[in-house]
């Protein structure tokens, strides 16, 4: 269904609608979407913004490996889940390289790899999510080691998804020791090798980010940092991360990323003193440790959901899936691909009950329209400002515009493949 976004304006994907006509008596409520109320995402100063240059604070659940749990993903359910039931904004879907996965696998084809990140890209787009595409560099942990299957895949993905106002694109998961000279297997673990400096994650941003921008032109870019992710803190000290302050990105609309084990992890303060320099997204973090036998911690969860809540970085927990161990995980393994997913659920982990906690407190302004709005004019569409408005009747996308605070329709109404 992505193959005409395209021909459309990215800022306005978000109000493709289906040649089906609406009629108040066959609609029965809107839905105000993360998408639909903030639009083309883009960087100003060290925040994420809307279209309108609101700032945004994105939540939301990554997933784990495709390869591992596909039938758990199948067709998008617990995705969606994650929009309806869970309040998400924004999934990562978390593109392993290795362990089995994207360029690694033995037994899956990388055209059904493709097939699932489209799936899975579908339904965020359907619920009005943002999605995070994330290159999960991880064993090996240096960039450019997969630097042209890297070019490869966001040449073939930008030029895809690139016309989506929904996607934001993860370069480099967590650049790490690594070795250089040989493919690790998929059993032996991180190398010990040379540490990776920002210079070279940023010599491979500076290829990869240009090949992005041809297809998806102004997208939101996230570049891994060193140290797994930690701006190099967790190696080399708090003050790490000056160097990427002193020395960063030159393109537009770039993010650094940040991850986060509460348990294990005592290094808060240092990402607090960043983020006064540099705009930040954690793409992943949780309440245990780093570690599969680590225990929650959720003193020290709390307080980095404030720190990320006071100074506006976006955040996706990791993970949504049904993994045992079940530590980091919101479902318990019991849970089947149909669900349920209901987050008050007996199925649900206390890990789970954690993060639909911290999903449910108070967000961004836009987050305080109501979900469900009446349709009383416009033949069942709904005037809210200058906000692009999704209808929705019986599960399925029945149609959208952008209207004026007046109620007159900015925008004619934009047809798109069914």
Known sequence: MFANFRSVPAALAVALLSATAISSA?????????????????????FLCNQKGDTVQLRGLATHGMQWFNKFYADGQVIEAAADQWG????????????????????IKREQFDAWIDAYVNACVRKGMYVILDWHVHKPGYPGYYLNEAKAFFEKTSAKYGGLPNV????????????????QSDTTGTDAGHYVEWSEIAQYADQVIPIIRKGAPNAVVLV???????????????NAWQEIADHPLSFPNVMYVIHYYAASHGFQGAFEKASARLPLFATEWATAGFQETSANDPAKGQAFVEMLRRHRIGWTYWNLSNATPGIFA???STTKATGPFAPTGGNV???GKLVYGWLSEPGDAWK??????????RGGMHSAGSLPVL??????????????ADGRQALPRLRAEP
């Open 26 to 46: 066959a609609v029965s409520s809107a839905v105000i979407t993360p998408v639909a109320a903030n639009g083309k995402l883009h960087v100003n100063g060290n």
């Open 168 to 183: 934001l694109w993860e370069i480099c998961n967590e650049p790490s020791s690594a070795s250089l000279t040989a493919q």
């Open 368 to 377: 305080d329209l109501p979900t469900r709005l009446a349709l009383e004019r």
């Open 330 to 332: 919101v479902f318990d």
């Open 349 to 351: 982990t206390p890990t």
């Open 391 to 404: 209808v929705w009747a019986e599960g399925k996308l029945r149609g959208g515009a952008i209207y004026q």
């Open 88 to 107: 998400a904004d924004v999934i990562r879907l978390t593109v392993y390289l290795s362990e089995g996965g994207y360029l690694t696998s033995k037994t």
């Open 224 to 238: 891994g940092t060193p140290s797994w992710s930690t701006l190099g803190i967790s190696t080399k000290g708090d």
